[in-house]
């Protein structure tokens, strides 16, 4: 059985970026010689799928950071060509999040890290998410775009672990219950 994970980072007032997607709030607080967590998180993963939103932030970064196969779902992208450097590592569909899911699991694929706010928030919406770790940073932005919209349901959630980090970080994991969900 294929599964959805998430690996975000928020500020205390829960946005994941600002108004405008600057994330510079984010790389400003990162700590080479702090572990948050993510080597952990990505060990046991088969495949990354993103947004066009972060595939699009991601891209602007000097060197491709990931060792996994990439599926970016986006309709703009869907026709596109995959730039050379990026052949074999990165795919692009226009299929929904349960399609995508179930195409993958034909594919052999298990355990999915599904990057993106916007993205998050729709397989949060079709009920695939199975945990998330969230990491809040201890600022303040007032405005931005949320991990967190409109939900068509309560969704139940049960803290699996939570730790700090001497940056000011808080870690949080939780676990979905899908067998608790709340119409």
């Not at 829960?14 to 990162?30: E, H, K, M, T, V």
């Not at 080597?39 to 495949?47: E, L, Q, R, V």
């Not at 355990?111 to 916007?118: A, H, I, Q």
Request: without cysteine; hydrophobic residues 45%; negative net charge.
């Amino acid at each position: 059985m294929i599964t959805a994970h998430v690996f975000l980072a928020v500020s205390v007032d829960g946005y994941i970026a600002r108004p405008d997607g600057d994330i510079s709030w984010l790389l400003q607080r990162d700590d080479p010689t702090e572990d948050h967590g993510y080597a952990d998180f990505i060990a046991d993963k088969d495949m990354i799928v993103m947004g066009r939103g972060s595939y699009e932030k991601i891209l602007a970064i000097d060197t491709w950071p990931y060792e996994l196969p990439v599926l970016v779902l986006s309709g703009q992208l869907a026709d596109a060509a995959v730039p050379e450097a990026l052949q074999g590592k990165v795919s692009f569909s226009d299929l929904a999040p349960r399609q995508a899911m179930e195409a993958l699991a034909a594919q052999g694929v298990r355990r999915v890290y599904v990057d993106g706010g916007r993205l998050v928030h729709a397989f949060l919406r079709s009920g695939l998410v199975a945990d998330m770790v969230l990491t809040t940073v201890p600022v303040l932005l007032g405005s931005g775009r949320t991990l967190f919209g409109e939900l068509p349901h309560d969704i139940d959630l049960t803290l699996v672990a939570s730790r700090s980090f001497p940056s000011g970080l808080v870690q949080s994991t939780y676990r979905v219950n899908k067998d608790r969900v709340k119409q």
